[in-house]
């Protein structure tokens, strides 16, 4: 039981370049979500995605899209990379009802130059 | 926006319990407080929560007031291993997404 795995740990990007970050969970989790934290800061939604088939805006939607794929996998996609999207970026699963919690993959450093 | 107002940051002493306080001013009746941690640059983990009644499990005790506007996260015995960013989450139970604050940089002291 893996729990949330997240590839790659390290990315360096040019401005421009595009990239996909994936996520899998398998706690057999219904909601799946992005966060980015930049230094000395909280983390920020960026998108979720309550169940298969569906996602939702969070804080900071701008210049990512994703992608459900299956229950288990959630990827986030940089079109073109600027270097504002310079941060770690965290995925997240968690099963759905009132009490439910979030579970943590280890993140995603990013660099864009 | 995050519904939550916490101190910046705080110190204890090793062996000290560790009382972290939240404010939730604007909380509705179908919000819980979540409280999660971030050790160094890991991702978040989460601690405890409740909706009204007290709770307590092996990591900590959560304290909410009889109004809902506040709580406290208490650590017992805190420990070096304790010292990490401390989150405090309202978040309606409805809802599918979880907003984090800035959160109080604990910092344990030897």
């Known amino acids: 039981n893996a729990g949330v795995t997240q590839t790659p740990k390290f990315q360096v990007l040019k401005t421009g370049q595009s990239m996909t970050l994936q996520c899998a969970q398998d706690m057999n989790h219904n909601s799946m979500y992005w966060y980015r934290q930049d230094p000395g800061m909280g983390l920020r939604l960026i998108y979720y995605?309550?169940?298969?088939?569906?996602?939702d805006k969070g804080e900071v939607p701008n210049g990512y899209n994703v992608s459900r794929l299956n229950k288990r996998e959630f990827s986030l996609r940089l079109e073109s990379a600027a270097p504002s999207q310079t941060s770690v970026y965290f995925c997240a699963s968690s099963a759905q009802g009132a009490t439910d919690t979030q579970y943590f993959g280890p993140g995603t450093r990013l660099t864009v130059l | 926006d995050a519904k939550t107002t916490q101190p910046t940051s705080m110190d204890c002493a090793e062996g000290r319990a560790a009382n972290l306080p939240c404010n939730h001013s604007t909380i509705s009746g179908n919000e819980y407080v979540y409280w999660y941690r971030q050790i160094h640059s890991q991702g978040p983990q989460y601690i405890i929560h409740g909706l009204k009644n007290n709770e307590t499990n092996e990591m900590a005790s959560l304290i909410i007031t009889e109004d809902r506007k506040s709580s406290t996260l208490i650590l017992p015995h805190a420990t070096l291993r304790d010292t990490a960013v401390y989150y405090c989450?309202?978040?309606?139970?409805?809802?599918?997404?979880?907003?984090f604050g800035k959160g109080t940089r604990l910092h344990i002291l030897p």
């Open positions: 995605s309550a169940s298969e088939g569906t996602t």
């Open positions: 989450i309202v978040r309606d139970y409805r809802d599918d997404k979880i907003i």
